[in-house]
């Protein structure tokens, strides 16, 4: 029953000096809050890539001139592979097509964005997706209506598109777009099929593409453009081995020695899912600090305000002891009124914290996920705080002498 | 014998300069006996007080009450003490402002470790004896001194101590006030308990029953009158 004195006493100063009492509970405000903000939005992306990412196509994996990614994780490679990698071609992807035998498909890609439009109506920043004709069998493309493009058609450069369900449902609403000639960029194409709707990723929708055969895709947007080639392996545990021989065979296509480096790229999905990894054990080492920051401040400004709050108090203490309350009823009610406060500085933090990570969901791509986990770490920390900082004010409290306390004015 | 004093001094040092407060004081109380402490100013009347009621300890001689010696206990068991055979009425009556008349009441048992149903039966009780029922639920700053005052002695009444201590429980009230304040003393001496006080007024005194004047922390004189 001391304890719900306590939290009373805590709850009754909250209120009467709200301004006060949230200057006092900043520190613990700002730290569960961060805590909780960024939990949330690198769980909802941590679910994201290792669903996405890996989930769907884990053992399809991209030889590439250059990895993008290597601008953040190691710069000067990145540059040096700028300079130095040959642009990948057409002739590659059909060398490489036998010398993978751990491959079930070896395909090329290469990727540019464009408007794409029918009569008067159009679409903008449209990814227009060359590829050859496995892409089937590579990429998620399940048909809704027509059909994929052929091999000849892609031998051939005939101008044919698959549309994304996007487009199509932008395009052609209600209407059998099979046969209709759109335009793509200033090009005629005629529509041969469309994709079902493939959904949302990161808020992002998934629909907003057209394919179309790698060699028209060259032949429109220039066929200097160094191409991707997307590897699936046969079964996900000779993904390692499918790398591993597309690795020599594009070393020896190549001419390179022993000794030289790899003048390609090769981006598997685990690549994406360790850089992710990197990137978010930085941010949370950095969330660490400034949350420890934030929190020993705050529980010192806390120890303050506990300590004025004694001071103040100081001939009420001496009342309660004539009265007969032990040191250990002191020390309660001022540990309990410094762990209230604290907690309510916690749970202030948490609901801050899941509405900023709910408002930049909505305003960005973004997804949340909301970890339990942070929020029981959020309450035993501020709980600790308010036990740790509030035990030096309590003692002193406890510790005055009934009868100066009683005399103080 | 309800309370035993024999050779007792407080000593407070002040730098060099040694005062001391309570000079050596021998003295007896009765159960049931409704006595005065007078003196002047800084005669050591509320040191004394201070001694008797286990809010401070004694820097020599003993101190037995109900039969058990008191000078040298630990801060807790102090607490314990006071909080069983001590009620204590203030000349600023000392009531927690936020909390009404009846929480403030029912403080010391809480500190007593009693169960809240009966709490509250007691602290009604005693708010009924001092004639308080109607403003149970009243704030401080809702009364007046005299029933501020009420309150504060039914505080002190409601762990039915073995003895009351009041340090010039009238000094803050006017004279027709105090009187009520002293008659409400009377019916509590006559309902057995024992009273001490302390007062600068010789009109307060002579309501009780014995009376006794201390000069530089010593006694003077001990007269009874009833
Ligand atoms: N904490 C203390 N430290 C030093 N000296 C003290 C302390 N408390 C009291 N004294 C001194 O002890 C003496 C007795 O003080 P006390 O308060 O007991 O007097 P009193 O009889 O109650 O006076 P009054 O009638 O003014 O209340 C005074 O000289 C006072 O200055
Ligand atoms: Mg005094």
Known sequence: ?409 | MLIKVSGVKKIYEVGIQKIEAVAGIDLEIERNEYVAIMGPSGSGKSTFMNLLGCLDTPSAGDYWLNGKEVSNLSDDELARIRNREIGFVFQTFNLLPRATAAQNVELPLIYGGIPADERRRRAEEVLESVGLTDRAKHRPNELSGGQRQRVAIARAMVNRPSIILADEPTGNLDSKTGIEIMSLFDKIHQAGNTIVMVTHEKHIAEYTRRVIRLLDGKIESDVRTG
């Open chain 1, 1 to 409: 029953m001391l304890i719900f004195q306590g939290m009373n006493i805590a709850l009754r100063a909250l209120r009467e000096n709200k301004l006060r009492t949230f200057l006092t509970l900043l520190g613990n405000i700002v730290g569960t809050m961060s805590v909780i903000a960024v939990v949330s939005l690198i769980g909802g992306i941590d679910s994201y890539v290792k669903e996405e990412v890996a989930g769907e196509g884990s053992n399809v994996f991209d030889i590439e001139r250059i990895n993008f990614f290597e601008a953040i994780t190691d710069l000067d490679a990145f540059l040096e592979a700028l300079a130095r990698n040959p642009r990948i071609r057409l002739g590659d992807v059909d060398y490489l097509r036998d010398k993978i035998p751990s491959a079930s498909y070896v395909g090329a890609a290469a990727r540019g964005e464009d408007q794409v439009s029918f009569r008067d109506e159009w679409v903008d920043r449209i990814a227009i997706k060359g590829r050859s004709e496995e892409y089937p069998m590579i990429d998620d493309a399940p048909l809704f209506l027509g059909r994929h493009f052929s091999r000849l058609e892609d031998q051939k450069s005939t101008n044919v598109a698959v549309l994304g369900w996007e487009v199509y449902t932008r395009l052609f609403p209600g209407r059998d777009p099979l046969g209709a000639r759109i335009k793509i960029g200033r090009k005629h194409f005629t529509v041969i099929g469309a994709v079902e709707d493939l959904g949302t990723v990161l808020g992002e929708s998934r629909n907003r593409f057209v394919y179309i055969p790698i060699n028209t895709f060259l032949k429109v947007y220039g066929s200097r453009t160094s191409i991707d080639i997307k590897v699936k392996a046969a079964d996900i545990t000779l993904l390692q081995q499918a790398v591993d021989e597309a690795t020599m065979a594009m070393r020896i296509r190549h001419g390179l020695r022993p000794m030289e480096e790899n003048d390609f790229a090769i981006v598997t999905s685990e690549n994406l899912i360790s850089l992710w990894e990197k990137i978010s054990t930085s941010i949370f080492n950095a969330l660490i600090f400034v949350v420890s920051i934030a929190l020993v401040v705050g529980g010192v400004v806390l120890m303050n305000v506990m300590l004025v709050s004694v001071t103040e108090r100081t001939k009420e203490i001496g009342l309660r002891k004539a009265l007969g309350a032990r040191k250990s009823n002191i020390v309660w009610q001022f540990i309990v009124e410094a762990v209230t406060l604290s907690l309510i500085g916690g749970v202030l933090g948490i609901l801050i914290g899941f509405t900023i990570a709910a408002i930049i969901s909505i305003i960005s791509p973004l997804p949340y996920v909301i970890a339990p986990w942070s929020i029981a770490a959020g309450l035993i920390v501020t709980f600790f705080i308010g036990l740790v900082f509030g035990t030096y004010p309590a003692s002193k409290a406890a510790n005055l002498d009934p009868v100066v306390a009683l005399h103080y004015e």
